[in-house]
């Protein structure tokens, strides 16, 4: 039951192309963001459409094939745990982050 403490499974589409980083110790990382949306009726029967933009981290094996093969459109099937992190930005900042890290990927569609 442990491994369901921590668990996001995601279905969305692209917003831009991803992020490749290739970092000094030979490792490569993949950022991304993805669109989930999600349809309801409400109470004058209006379809309302409520998007949620996801960030996501891949990193490895998981981010090469995300530059071969992933780009701004396709949609992915993802599934990672939740990480906050967090920075100074150039004022002096504290600023958050919450990212999908990503362990399973699966292209859908065409």
């Given at each position: ?41 409400n ?26 093969f ?17 920075w ?23």
């Amino acid at each position: 039951m442990n491994t369901l403490r921590n668990k996001v499974q995601l279905i969305g589409n692209l917003g831009k192309d991803p992020e490749i980083v290739n970092l000094e110790s030979g490792k490569t990382l993949a950022k991304f963001s993805i669109a989930t949306n999600e349809s309801y009726k409400n109470s004058k029967g209006e379809k309302i459409t409520d998007t949620q933009w996801h960030n996501i981290v891949a990193w490895g094996k998981t981010a090469q094939i995300v530059e071969k093969f992933v780009s701004k459109g396709k949609e992915v099937a993802i599934e990672g745990k939740l990480t906050t992190r967090s920075w100074e930005d150039k004022d002096g900042m504290k600023r958050y982050i919450t990212e999908v890290v990503c362990s399973e990927l699966l292209m859908l569609g065409k």
